[in-house]
């Protein structure tokens, strides 16, 4: 048997010229499972707090004693209240490999001023992976701890990527509110158990966004550049090509810009036979908002018990 309790849908809105579109209100959003429209449960835009709707179509803040705030924690609230659900959760997953040997210190500088620039109400954490996956600092507000773990991290030994990516998800997964994955590595995967769309399977159902950082050269590791463009786009993140360290700079900060401004809804999915692979489209009502472009993850599968 199937059952979905809540569902978590993060998603940006673009104008024809590729620019961000903000200020749009739940009431301009039509959320379709299956073709069914679903009713929002909490709405919020960018690092704000998210708000429930209320019956009328009005707002108000999401407090620890609604019930959407324990679904939100996993069934049992969080000791944080509401402020488990006010900013994003990142997790960023290092390569460590052999394969990063000479980029190693830039991508180190690269990583930490992206961890410096996080909103305040952002949490980061910070896991390394060659062959195994080590969690060099687990998920905080405090910069100083990120940091610290990420200068511990040393370089050597295979790539077991997608292993280190499954086991960052299944953390990710246990946290609530709202969680993204970060992959910096290279590409190659010479070590991993498990299969790529496997794990981007996993990230799908969860509604984990996958934003991946590659600084391999596209043209010479076709293979793993499609793989990471697949997870990337399936699980409503995106794909970086960065081999110098301006490059990496200036693809976490479209990350960071990306993370800013993207909009979070929640809903209790309605009444669906379908245990398969459930089909989600976000429509914008307006007739202007016809014109945008929604960029989410396309569906997930419900969990089986």
Do not use: C, H
């Amino acid at each position: 048997r199937s059952s979905v309790d809540l569902v978590v849908l993060s998603f940006t809105v673009t104008d024809s010229k590729g620019k961000y579109v903000n200020g749009l209100k739940p009431s301009e959003f039509k959320i379709l499972e299956d073709g069914i429209r679903q009713k929002i449960a909490t709405f919020s835009e960018g690092n704000r707090p998210a708000m429930q709707i209320q019956e009328d179509g009005s707002l108000k803040p999401l407090l620890p004693s609604d019930p959407a705030s324990a679904r939100l924690a996993g069934g049992g609230g969080d000791s944080r209240g509401t402020d488990a659900f006010v900013g994003t959760n990142v997790f960023v997953l290092f390569d460590t490999s052999n394969f990063m040997y000479r980029g190693f210190v830039y991508a180190e500088d690269a990583i930490a001023d992206f961890v410096r620039g996080l909103d305040r109400a952002d949490s980061v954490a910070v896991y390394t992976f060659s062959r195994n996956l080590s969690r060099a600092a687990v998920l905080t507000q405090d910069r100083n701890d990120a940091l610290f773990g990420l200068r511990k991290s040393v370089a050597g030994d295979d790539t077991a990527l997608y292993n280190g990516l499954l086991l960052t998800l299944r953390d990710a997964a246990k946290v609530p509110g709202r969680k993204v994955v970060i992959v910096f590595s290279n590409g190659p995967d010479n070590a991993s158990m498990v299969a790529p769309d496997d794990v981007r399977a996993v990230a799908e159902d969860e509604g984990i966004p996958i934003y991946v950082i590659s600084t391999n050269d596209v043209s010479k590791d076709p293979i793993s550049s499609s793989v990471f463009r697949r997870i990337a786009t399936r699980t409503g993140g995106k794909a970086y090509w960065a081999k110098t360290w301006q490059k990496q700079v200036e693809a976490f900060e479209a990350i960071r810009e990306d993370l800013g401004n993207s909009y979070t809804v929640t809903y209790y999915p309605a009444t669906n036979a379908n245990e398969g692979f459930r089909k989600i489209d976000i429509q914008i009502v307006s007739d202007t908002g016809k014109k945008y472009r929604v960029r989410s993850r396309p569906g997930y599968r419900p969990r089986t018990n």
